[in-house]
């Protein structure tokens, strides 16, 4: 079975639809019996309709915004 840090090395693939049968089946199975995983996933599932309905052109801000996020966090180590 799955750990949870490969359920999420694997979650947009899983998400996209990309994975193999085998390890598809696998995370599935990972899900059933995870809590906290399962919570990660509708997370994502929610993150990925936000980001479908933003208006084009967004994702350069976005993406800049995700920068400065990601630099304040590496500060605060």
Do not use: N, T, Y
């Amino acid at each position: 079975m799955l750990s949870c840090k490969e359920l999420v090395a694997h979650s947009s693939e899983f998400l996209d639809g990309q994975l193999g049968l085998r390890k598809r089946l696998s995370v599935r199975m990972h899900l059933a019996m995870c809590q906290h995983c399962r919570r990660f996933i509708r997370q994502m599932r929610l993150s990925q309709a936000v980001l479908r309905q933003l208006p084009p052109g967004q994702s350069a801000e976005l993406d800049e915004l995700a920068s400065k996020l990601a630099e304040l966090r590496r500060q605060q180590r």
